[in-house]
């Protein structure tokens, strides 16, 4: 934001702590979807909402620069891997569009890993793609 | 037969990848494929004239019963004959015509569609096949009527062509379904043979009139003909196409296929002979107020098929082989004299009737052929248009009808044609050549050829009408009375009798009023006093209203202002829903059925509704955000309270994310707040209250119904046996329902894209500018 003279210290360093913790959080929501609530969709908005915390700290240009990308890229990403997790049974074993796929042995914490986790995967990158870019885009114009 | 109709439309495309290279320069090849499709389909004459009929069929939809059926008997025939035929003339004509246009490669494209999608039409035996390709023919001869695209004029008469015809095409696709529910089929061959059952049918009268609606629309008879005078905008080539063999026939070709199914009743009979009776007359006698040869030749093709609708509605054999007579006979006078026209243009740059004299001194082969066309239009032997002149007066002295009217009627129609036959085909080349003409040049060959062709074929068929009568028309009449016809004898000479006077009677008097009444401005200027009464201007005076109230309808409904719109949606559900609620719903409270309620829920619903109230009466954009953000929480706990912590979790993010938008989007509002009056707020309040208390008697009426768990209960069981998720709600999302959330994510990417663009959409300030004059 342009007032970030404003900006308080300290959220500005509550902000550097924040962001990764609620990463991982949010990785975690998404992790542990398939068995407890949480998943693609919430774990999605958390990260996002990490982001604008520490954009409303540190500025929108700071953001950006951590990020890396424009978050518009994102949102292709995200949709590639819902849309390949839905198409490796069709490559693969010649099964219909989406049946799920599950690996034999239950791995710690995750449980069996799926095509269905990465689907979800998916939905977090497009979700988080998409927020960003929409509250990027307006506040950039504000 | 298929590939015969398929070979223009995949010509046309390999015009697409090929018109730029072999650009002009080969076009004269192009007439091949007519020709080739000519003798292809004039092998099929001596089987057709023995009676038999030739059908294929292939799949298209079976299970509509909808299927590419095409039959190829006496009257498709003839069309197809008349449609290949002028249509290698016409081709051959135009690669002279347009030579050097440099659009020449599209105006074959579209010729060829055009050609090939009235082949489909004649020959198609299905009704949804038939109205594909009847829409086909008013598509390109849209492109056709608009060939030169830089001339209003010109767009503007593509328009209503394709206005007028394509409204006849809804008709005609209404009248499919209808036949369908009546018969049971859309093949047309079927129908006939139910044609009994058809006329008895209660819908009956209906599907007559959806038919007379295309039929009438395509042949431009009263009041629906003034789109064919506009449709001679187009470039001469196309006017002798479309409007003496092809697209214009395509009505007259309804009218003939469907006489044997829905003919023979008062209905179809008297409707035809009065609309073709006015047609004929109308514009017959508007030929004498016309200069533009064009707009002459124009008028008198409307006046001709009226008379074709005129003949098909008296209903007898002698009409029938009159009218089979008669299309052939204004097929080769009609583009003949088109094609003149288009000559005397081409080489003098007007079609001012009252302009041009004496050509026959610099164009001596093109005045053979005008001339010979004016006779045979005028109905003077030895031609075969005084054959067909003398079968209609026939037909008509012998009907069961009002005679005397309909003599008198169709003998002023033929002394008026006769004049305008003279006008277009006689005037031009005789008298003294003006000083301006003196230097115009010869034609180059392929373009005088094929009008004497016409002409020199219009006198070999009056002289040998054996090569016609038995070979084609017998079967025309065939089909038109849907059996055997009898023998048909054509012959020049009739006997001394009541048609040959009325011949002399036409001859004559025709004559004298050519000599009487040039053309002239004085004239022209007479008619246009009545442009107020012409149907032209009515409808005209229909679309500037029509246009009035669309546009009031736009500002009203459209007006950019969100609160509207809102209020609109608001207003309509209400309207809807409420009807419904009201009409179908006892009220009943139950009290019994309340639970207890714990102190937390009582706590999360008054800061609800504080929240509520604080939202509708802050002064304070921010408070009412930050107000909505705590209703939207508040919503959070109940879910939580009921058990539903994914939608809790959601919910939460997504209100908080939408504060942080709200506020965002604040940000860059102006400062001032303007309140609305008290009116408007009172008008709001009323609205959103009721509305609230819609959507309240809603959710309670809903959970009035026994809740089928059917499908709750095969998740909850399958959930971990087929997909390994313990979380219902997410194996739902990613898994069982994983497509729906598959499409979900896109749609949400693209209002992210959509977003994005209006945000940055940056207009130009020259654009700006512009869009703010508007």
């Known amino acids: ?142 | 037969m298929l590939t015969a109709i398929l070979t223009g439309f995949i010509f046309a495309i390999f015009l697409v990848f090929t018109g730029k290279i072999f650009k002009g320069k080969l076009s004269i090849l192009t007439s091949l494929i007519p020709l080739g499709l000519f003798i292809y389909f004039a092998g099929f004459i001596s089987r057709i004239s023995e009676g038999e009929v030739i059908t294929r069929s292939y799949q298209w939809i079976p299970s509509f019963n909808v299927n590419l059926d095409f039959k190829l008997d006496g009257l498709s025939l003839l069309f197809t004959l008349m449609i290949t035929g002028i249509g290698f003339l016409v081709f051959a004509y135009t690669s002279n015509y347009l030579k050097g246009h440099k659009y020449l490669d599209r105006f074959y494209g579209y010729l060829s569609v055009f050609m090939a999608a009235m082949l489909g039409l004649v020959l198609s035996d299905n009704m949804i096949s038939l109205f594909v390709f009847w829409e086909l023919t008013s598509i390109s001869s849209f492109f056709l009527i608009g060939f030169n695209n830089d001339s209003e004029p010109s767009r503007k008469s593509a328009m209503t062509a394709l206005g007028i015809t394509g409204i006849g095409g809804l008709l005609l696709l209404a009248a499919a379904l209808l036949f369908d529910n009546m018969a049971g089929t859309y093949s047309i061959s079927e129908m006939v043979s139910m044609g009994e059952a058809i006329r008895g049918n209660e819908y009956y009268v209906l599907g007559v009139l959806l038919i007379f609606g295309a039929a009438f629309t395509k042949s431009a008879q009263f009041p629906f003909h003034f789109w064919l005078p506009g449709a001679m905008k187009a470039p001469t080539p196309v006017s002798t196409y479309l409007h003496s063999a092809t697209m214009v026939k395509a009505g007259i070709y309804l009218l003939m296929r469907f006489t044997p199914i829905l003919g023979g009743e008062n209905v179809w009979n008297t409707t035809l002979i009065v609309v073709g009776g006015i047609t004929m007359l109308y514009s017959a006698v508007h030929t004498i107020f016309r200069k533009d040869l064009k707009g002459i030749l124009a008028y008198s093709t409307i006046s001709a098929l009226g008379i074709l609708v005129f003949l098909t509605g008296l209903g007898t054999e002698d009409a029938f082989i009159a009218a089979a007579v008669f299309i052939i006979v204004h097929a080769l006078y009609k583009a003949t004299l088109f094609l003149v026209t288009g000559i005397i243009d081409h080489q003098t740059h007007t079609r001012d009737a009252t302009k041009l004299n004496g050509l026959n001194k610099v164009m001596w082969p093109v005045g053979i052929a005008g001339i010979l066309g004016a006779i045979s239009s005028a109905g003077i032997p030895p031609s075969i248009g005084f054959l067909g002149k003398e079968l209609i007066y026939d037909a008509t002295t012998r009907s069961e009808f009002i005679v005397i009217i309909l003599i008198i009627a169709i003998v002023l129609t033929k002394i008026f044609l006769l004049h305008a036959g003279f006008v277009a085909g006689i005037k031009p080349f005789t008298g003294k050549l003006p000083e301006e003409f003196s230097k115009v040049k010869m034609p180059p060959l392929i373009l005088w050829v094929p009008p004497v062709f016409l002409a020199v074929l219009g006198m070999v068929f009056g002289l040998a009408p054996f090569l016609i009568d038995a070979p084609i028309i017998r079967p025309v009449v065939s089909s038109l009375l849907g059996g055997e016809a009898g023998e048909v004898h054509l012959g020049l000479w009739h006997g001394f009798n009541m048609v040959f006077i009325l011949s002399l009677i036409t001859i004559g008097v025709g004559t004298l009023l050519y000599i009487l009444v040039k053309p002239s401005v004085k004239l022209v200027n007479a008619a246009a006093k009545f442009d107020k009464l012409a149907p032209e201007y009515l409808l005209n005076k229909f679309n500037q209203g029509f246009l009035w109230v669309s546009s009031y309808w736009t500002r009203f409904f459209q007006n950019g202002y969100l609160r509207n719109y809102v209020s609109m949606i608001t207003l309509f559900v209400v309207l809807l829903v409420g009807y419904v609620i009201l009409g179908s719903t006892h009220f009943k409270i139950d009290y019994t059925a309340l639970t207890k309620v714990t102190i937390s829920e009582i706590i999360v619903t008054l800061v609800l509704i504080a929240g509520v109230f604080y939202t509708v009466f802050t002064r304070s954009r921010l408070a009412a955000v930050v107000a909505m953000g705590v209703i939207g929480w508040s919503i959070c706990l109940i879910f939580v309270f009921y058990s539903a912590p994914d939608l809790a979790m959601t919910q939460f993010s997504i209100d908080t994310l939408t504060v942080i938008l709200f506020v965002l989007v604040l940000y860059k509002l102006p400062r001032y707040l303007k309140l609305s009056d008290y009116k408007t707020r009172i008008r709001d309040g009323i609205l959103s209250s009721i509305f609230g208390v819609l959507i309240a008697m809603v959710a309670l009426e809903v959970l009035s119904y026994p809740a089928n768990n059917e499908i709750g209960d095969f998740y909850a069981q399958n959930a971990y046996l087929q997909a390994h998720g313990k979380n219902v709600v997410n194996v739902i999302l990613v898994d069982f329902r994983g497509a729906d959330t598959m499409i979900e994510i896109s749609v949400l990417s693209i209002a992210a894209i959509g977003v994005f663009g209006l945000m940055k959409l940056r207009l130009k300030m020259s654009d700006r500018k512009r869009y703010q004059d508007k």
């Open chain 1, 1 to 142: 934001m342009r007032n970030q003279i404003r900006t308080t210290i300290i959220l500005k360093t509550a902000s550097n702590y924040l962001l990764p913790v609620l990463l991982i959080f949010s990785i975690f929501i998404l992790l542990r979807g398939h068995y407890l609530p949480g998943g693609g969709f919430v774990g999605g908005l958390i990260a996002s909402i990490a982001f604008i915390l520490h954009s409303f700290a540190n500025g929108l240009e700071k953001t950006r620069e951590l990020i890396g990308i424009h978050p518009g890229y994102i949102i292709p990403m995200g949709l590639a891997v819902s849309f390949l997790s839905g198409f490796m049974p069709v490559l693969l074993y010649d099964l219909p569009f989406m049946t799920g796929l599950w690996s034999h042995d239950a791995v710690p914490i995750l449980g069996h890993i799926g095509s269905a986790l990465f689907f979800d995967i998916g939905v977090y990158l497009v979700v988080n793609g998409v927020t960003l870019t929409i509250i990027f885009t307006i506040s950039e114009s504000a």
